[in-house]
Structure formats: C-alpha cells, structure tokens
C-alpha cells in the first residue's frame, strides 16, 4: 500500500519567512496530492491541493510542487504571519484504492511574531 | 465553516456505555467516510460510504458499527470500548465521479473513554 512520510514534524519561522514542508510517497500510481491545515479545536481545512500531471500551484502565498519521478511534493507557505499558525497534513490518493487518502504524520508550524 | 458538521463535539463515556456520534453534510456530496484522528499518528480511514453503501471498513474493531441512512447523514454507534479508542474522530464528505477527489472534514467529536 501507500506510504507517505512527512518532514519535519515540527517548525518554526519568522513572522514574514518562508516555511517548507515535504512529504514523499511510495505509490507511483498516486495521482492527487491535498494539503491540509488543522488549527487547535477545528477539523483539517484543505487549502491546496495538485494532481499528477501538474508540476507546480500557486494561490497566493502558497504553492505546492509535486516531482513525480521522486515521489515528492512539497508545501511553500511565503509571508509567513501568525496566522498561518497550525498543523499541517499532506496526503496521497493511489487510484486503484478508490478515494483513499493516505496522510502523513503532520508538521506543526509555529508563527513566530 | 467546510459544510460538514459533527455531534456532539465532546463525549465522555464509560467502557459499558453505548452512544453514537451523528455527521451531516450539506454540500450535495454522495460519499462520506469516519476517521480516527490519534496524537502522533497519521489520520487513520475507518469506514466509506458511496450512495449510502459501504465500500470500505479498515479492519475496524466490530465495537465501532457505522450507520449511512442516506448521502447526508452518517452515524458511528460505539459500544464496549476501550480506553485507547479515546481519539478524535472526523468525518469527511466528497463527491465521487467525474474527477473530483476532494475530500471535506468536519470539526470532529473528542472523544474520551474512562
């Protein structure tokens, strides 16, 4: 099955740095990649998201890169403020599993103002 | 606020005790799907739900018993549990077909087991 690792599991940054987390799978087949963010007391938010055949997303201070060869993508988080304060879920969706998500392990960033 | 909302937010309950945690969703989605959400531990899939009928059940223990009346509404009855069950648990919602894989959580119930 699915295997997806995420790194670091903890982060801290700068009020106005660039964050960077990765995770890597072990499906070549997987074929879409979300983010999540999940602030204390609530439940993940999606907030991006990238399918196999696109390279790279951006909605405004956040991008994702996805390198298919490797089997890694990434989540860019630019400007950083205290808001963007939370934990932070990747996920991989092999196709031959339905619309199984397999995460990863979470990193927590903290915002520092 | 995602259009997936869960009752009761906290539950407390014995290892006799049986309740049931109750999900909605309100974005017209046709799948829904219980997580188990554990400290240090990748969110873990229980059940699946498309068009009301199980598709998947991870090897869950048979004192988790989930209940899809219709594509809105999904319940998950617990009994005789165990303290390590103590966990959140989201629900999710998405629209199967044509493409779409996003997958929608609500704010989860804390659940707690004594």
């Known amino acids: 099955g699915e295997n997806v690792e995420q790194h670091p599991s903890t982060l801290s940054v700068q009020e106005g740095d660039s964050a960077v987390i990765k995770c890597t799978y072990s499906d070549s087949a997987s074929n879409y990649f979300p983010w999540y963010k999940q602030e204390l007391g609530k439940g993940p938010q999606l907030i991006i998201d990238?399918?196999?055949?696109?390279g790279e997303k951006k909605d405004q201070r956040i991008a994702v890169t996805l390198n298919k060869t490797a089997k890694h993508f990434s989540l860019h988080i630019t400007e950083t403020q205290p808001e963007d304060s939370a934990v932070y879920f990747c996920?991989?969706?092999?196709?031959?599993?339905?619309?199984?998500?397999?995460f990863g392990t979470g990193t927590s960033l903290t915002v520092i103002p | 606020e995602t259009g997936v909302t869960q009752t009761p937010r906290h539950l407390v309950m014995g290892m006799t005790n049986k309740k049931s945690l109750k999900c909605e969703q309100h974005?017209?989605?046709?799948?829904m799907y219980w997580y188990k959400q554990s400290a240090k531990k990748p969110l873990e899939l229980m059940f699946v739900y498309n068009f009301k009928e199980q598709t998947e059940n991870n090897s869950v223990p048979s004192r988790f018993s989930p209940e899809c009346p219709n594509s809105s509404h999904l319940f998950l009855h617990l009994h005789t549990l165990q303290p390590e069950d103590s966990a959140l648990y989201l629900c999710a919602s998405s629209h199967e077909g044509q493409g779409a894989y996003e997958q929608y959580f609500g704010p989860g119930t804390r659940l707690t087991v004594t």
């Open positions: 974005l017209g989605h046709n799948a």
């Open positions: 990238i399918r196999s055949n696109v």
């Open positions: 996920a991989a969706r092999p196709p031959e599993t339905g619309n199984q998500f397999y």
